[in-house]
């Protein structure tokens, strides 16, 4: 069973700072995903992580995938308070018809 | 252009009711998927349909819970004998085809309250 696990859960940091969200995976996978979801809102796509060693930046976000390690980074460079929300980081297991399976998400309160 | 969209918005029951929830993907979009999401938690997968088929339904809970998409564009999810453990937001999501590349977008959900 294809199990992902995101760290930490819940982040408070200041506006300016710089943090790394974790996301480990269980078992080979084609693809990794990361979304955003706001409070009351449905979810965001930020980013497809395709292959080992890609990396995807927009804005002050950048995300990495280590297939060999099973591990994916989300990197907030500089925070602003507009990137408080929840990020979660999903893992298509591939080989046949399965939907995604995410993690329990990171919860990111960015304080002025 | 439109994106998923989803009805009702909220919907509140009575334990044991029967209940509907509506998705319409984008257009065009060949790859359906049903998930539930609990407070506090990631969504889980339910359902996949390619097309009218349910290429996987490997993620819906019992037998209470069967979607259906007759025509390969609008799917509905129905849930009989609605239990309290039901309540949760119901997100739909589209793909263009299940390619490698291609991205699920989310509609807004369903927050069905089972009381």
């Known amino acids: 069973e294809l199990k992902v696990e995101q760290n930490p859960l819940f982040l408070s940091m200041q506006e300016g700072k710089n943090y790394t969200i974790y996301c480990n995976y269980s078992?080979?996978?084609?693809?990794l995903y990361w979304y955003r979801q706001d409070p009351g809102k449905s979810l965001e796509s930020l980013f497809v992580l395709l292959s080992n060693g890609a990396v995807k930046q927009e804005g002050r976000l950048m995300a990495s995938l280590d297939t060999k390690a099973r591990l994916s980074t989300l990197h907030i460079t500089a925070a602003v308070h507009d990137l408080s929300a929840t990020y979660f980081c999903?893992?298509?297991?591939?080989?046949?018809?399965?939907?995604?399976?995410f993690g329990k998400g990171t919860h990111l309160i960015i304080q002025p | 252009g439109a994106g998923v969209s989803q009805t009702p918005s909220n919907k509140v029951t009575e334990k044991g009711k029967y209940v509907e929830l509506r998705c319409d993907p984008i257009s065009g979009h060949t790859a359906l998927y049903w998930y539930r999401q609990s407070l506090g938690q990631g969504p889980e997968f339910l359902i996949y349909?390619?097309?009218?088929?349910?290429?996987?339904d490997s993620g819906l809970p019992n037998d209470r819970f069967f979607a259906v998409r007759p025509e390969g564009s609008v799917s509905t999810l129905k849930i009989q004998r609605t239990e309290r453990g039901d309540s949760a937001v119901y997100l739909c999501?589209?793909?263009?085809?299940?390619?490698?590349?291609?991205?699920?977008?989310f509609g807004p959900g369903t927050r069905l309250t089972v009381l």
């Open positions: 349909f390619q097309g009218t088929g349910a290429a996987d």
């Open positions: 078992t080979t996978s084609d693809r």
């Open positions: 999903a893992v298509d297991s591939g080989g046949g018809a399965d939907g995604l399976t």
């Open positions: 999501a589209s793909s263009l085809n299940r390619g490698l590349t291609d991205t699920q977008y």
